[in-house]
């Protein structure tokens, strides 16, 4: 016997999560008992009503829990503009800037060939159908700048443009703060490319 | 709006655990969100039954779901030897040794007077009302090496010795597999003065 069988279980609960060994979820399942019995009715609570509450927005994939999405419904913003993202934590690092104010499209993955992920495999049909009879004239492109964060942007890219839209990707170079003895190569090079007037 | 309140409050749940900062819990909320449903009931039910089935056990102060604990039931045990810890984790760290047959006391907290935990603050009382008509004829203090787990050590020595209980502590000296040339000075002197014969 290592541990009562409340515990044991509760260990292997949390070392189901990413990034958390069985050390790790050890030290936190013992927290959990230490902790007040309301802390921990609402943790339960919320698991549950996250996963029961939350659902996709039918219109542009972003995670919300009313359909279509707050985003979606606000009339005051831009319909001209579509910024992509793989995600809806991208969405919410966007959000945070308060600067942008068109619509999202979330497509839940990237294209990568090495992984079996192709074009069917994320939220692209939607997109697609969305851009149809809209009002879209310009579609950001904001990818990763990893190799399939890429290949997903020069997909789109190549199935957008004959249908006249530009589209256009975030800038590349170097972080805001970051020293260029430390810059890795392909980051200078993209800088010097698109250096801007000053 | 950054994320929809269910989202919102699970991250808030999950940054109440110990070290767990905004974007590892923000990580794992998501990451549940794409658990199955199962595996989500699962983590809450363990949550609040851990929280409610387990108790400390009124003889040793394990943890436990059954009250005496199942240590303190077996009676395969020996009596005469009591090994006094710190926490419930160390009582498990003893156990997967399968090696100690005795009885444990656990104090729950190590006498520090910095953080102003005085031996009224953890499980000691409950420690000399056991001992008083009991077999036990040693007591092996096995609280950390550090200079809390030190001073309540020697604490429970001195209560312990006028009564003619043996006391031992468990050994310093080197650690199995580390390197003369990085072992600390206090380490390596503990690990001479009590050097053994081969």
């Known amino acids: 016997m290592l541990y009562p069988t409340p515990v044991a279980k509760l260990i292997e609960s949390f070392s189901k999560l990413p990034g958390i060994g069985i050390k790790t979820a050890t030290r936190l399942a013992f927290h959990t008992l230490s902790m007040s019995d309301e802390d921990v009715?609402?943790?339960?609570?919320?698991?549950?009503?996250?996963?029961?509450?939350?659902?996709?927005?039918?219109?542009?994939?972003?995670?919300?829990?009313?359909?279509?999405?707050?985003?979606?419904?606000?009339e005051t913003?831009?319909?001209?503009?579509?910024?992509?993202?793989?995600?809806?934590?991208d969405v919410s690092a966007m959000e945070k800037l308060n600067e942008y104010r068109g619509r999202y499209h979330v497509l839940h993955g990237l294209i990568s060939p090495m992984n079996g992920v192709g074009p069917d495999d994320i939220n692209l049909k939607t997109l697609v159908t969305r851009l149809m009879d809209s009002e879209v004239s310009e579609v950001i492109l904001?990818?990763?700048?990893?190799?399939?964060g890429e290949a997903t942007a020069m997909y789109i890219s190549r199935i957008l443009?004959?249908?006249?839209i530009k589209v256009t990707r975030l800038a590349r170079g170097l972080a805001v703060g970051?020293?260029?003895?430390?810059?890795?190569?392909?980051?200078?090079l993209r800088a010097i490319e698109n250096r801007t007037e000053l």
Not at 142 to 148: E, I, L, Q
Not at 161 to 164: F, I, V
């Open 77 to 89: 913003r831009d319909d001209q503009v579509l910024l992509i993202v793989e995600s809806s934590k």
């Open 161 to 164: 443009k004959p249908a006249g």
């Open 41 to 74: 009715n609402d943790f339960a609570k919320n698991l549950l009503s996250a996963k029961r509450e939350l659902t996709y927005c039918t219109i542009c994939g972003n995670l919300t829990d009313q359909d279509p999405c707050a985003i979606c419904q606000d």
């Open 178 to 188: 970051s020293d260029i003895e430390y810059a890795d190569e392909v980051t200078l």
């Open 142 to 148: 904001a990818t990763s700048a990893t190799a399939d």
